[in-house]
């Protein structure tokens, strides 16, 4: 856990770093990634709220830079945060994420490994939901 609290603290480091400089493209994308991997480290501490907080801040800086179209960046972070929002327990918003994730892979880059993992995880949920 002390591993994962370490590097919380250069995540916090590095954003306090991106907030005094100027707000480039490179240092949006710098603080998009660095809030990404913040959040990824959040939910691995099963810190899930601060998870959420994490990708969706990064979320909006990625559809920032792309001035509101779909990037590789923007599928990535909301995989990432539907994951999230299961690994939370709210399976519904997770699957919702991880459509919205896939749809944007496949149409971006139909050739992504992502997308049939995407695609096995929303079908093991319609497949339980059913059964249920």
Known sequence: MKQYSDAEKCFMEALAIYEKESHTSG???NKADTLSYLGSNYNLMKRYDEAEQSYCGALGLYRQMAQGADSIDVAVT???LGGNYMDKGDDN???LKLKEALSIFQRLDPENPKIKELQDVIASQ????VIL
């Open 27 to 29: 240092t949006i994308n």
């Open 78 to 80: 909301l995989s990432n």
């Open 93 to 95: 918003e997770g699957i």
């Open 126 to 129: 319609n497949s339980y939901c």
